[in-house]
């Protein structure tokens, strides 16, 4: 929330120090905390989203899928007000991700990123994708909820789809 933002250490300074800096890593950092803090900041979204598909490789992997996340929540806000526009948007920015890889941390992928990236895909239409997606990613999910989460996001897929026969 807007409030937590603001009690971060040190974040109008490192606001202030970005506002600055013309370097893209800079801009980028700003235009991420930017859009943190505020949910109707567009036009540091818009810039955001241009600067990390020509300069993520700029940071470490961790800094890099910290940046698209707060990109990727800045689209599921503004989706949850009713924009559907950027349900698309938020799975563009995870596919990038994705493809980047950025999303797996020490080779695995969160269970919730998981089921996120599902229901967005299945929200724009996209269930084929969702389906390859899910038969891609099972094997990176945690070992020890690998079954279970993947057997709740293809049921998901499978009510979505209104498939609904166990045969």
């Given at each position: 929330?807007?409030?937590?933002?603001?009690?971060?250490?040190?974040?109008?300074?490192?606001l202030a120090f970005t506002a600055q800096a013309p370097e893209p890593a800079a801009i980028m950092l700003k235009n991420s905390l930017e859009v943190l803090r505020n949910p109707n900041e567009v036009a540091a979204f818009d810039q955001l989203k241009v600067l990390m598909r020509q300069h993520s490789s700029l940071f470490s992997t961790s800094e890099a899928r910290d940046i698209y996340m707060s990109a990727i929540n800045y689209?599921?806000?503004?989706?949850?007000q009713g924009e559907t526009q950027y349900t698309k948007e938020a799975l563009d920015l995870y596919k990038?991700?994705?493809?980047?890889?950025?999303?797996?941390?020490?080779?695995?992928?969160?269970?919730?990123?998981?089921?996120?990236?599902?229901?967005?895909?299945?929200?724009v239409g996209e269930s084929d994708w969702a389906k390859k997606f899910l038969e891609t990613y099972r094997q990176s999910l945690p070992a020890i909820d690998r079954e279970n989460v993947y057997k709740y996001n293809i049921?998901?897929?499978?009510?979505?789809?209104?498939?609904?026969?166990l045969t």
């Open positions: 929330s807007k409030k937590e933002i603001h009690a971060l250490p040190y974040i109008e300074a490192a689209c599921i806000r503004r989706h949850n990038e991700a994705l493809q980047k890889e950025l999303l797996l941390e020490n080779g695995l992928l969160s269970k919730y990123t998981y089921g996120n990236i599902n229901n967005l895909a299945h929200l049921a998901i897929h499978h009510f979505r789809n209104s498939e609904y026969s």
